[in-house]
Nanobody, 125 residues
Framework: QVQLVESGGGLVHTGGSLTLSCVAS????????MGWFRQAPGAEREFVVS????????EYNDSVKGRFTISRDNTKNTMILQMDSLKPEDTAVYYC??????????????????WGQGTQVTVSS
């Protein structure tokens, strides 16, 4: 079982930055593939980015490449999403996700087992 808690959402203007954090309550954080998803109003949830267990491999949605950066600190059970050059279309609830079985490249097509409660990101134009 993994409990995930996101923080760091808020309201920013176009071009601004936000840093999201996800803290996991588990003794096996380093064994979990981690990632971020988002869901905009009226839209389906979409994959944003994933990171491998060791942190050395990542996969990004094309829409955020070059603007978002994912990282993790296995000593602190924490995953970070640095979001720069934000656009109004980035407005969504952002969810942290974890899975012990899926690889980082599978997060695009499969549903991770564990989810946080979400944090709202709003980008004003």
């Amino acid at each position: 079982q993994v409990q995930l808690v996101e923080s760091g959402g808020g309201l920013v203007h176009t071009g601004g930055s936000l840093t999201l954090s996800c803290v996991a309550s588990t003794d096996y954080f380093s064994s979990a593939t981690m990632g971020w998803f988002r869901q905009a109003p009226g839209a389906e949830r979409e994959f944003v980015v994933s990171i491998s267990r060791g942190g050395g491999q990542t996969e990004y949605n094309d829409s955020v490449k070059g603007r978002f950066t994912i990282s993790r600190d296995n000593t602190k059970n924490t995953m970070i999403l640095q979001m720069d050059s934000l656009k109004p279309e980035d407005t969504a609830v952002y969810y942290c996700a974890a899975d012990y079985s899926l690889g980082y490249s599978n997060f695009k097509t499969k549903i991770p087992a564990y989810w946080g409660q979400g944090t709202q990101v709003t980008v004003s134009s």
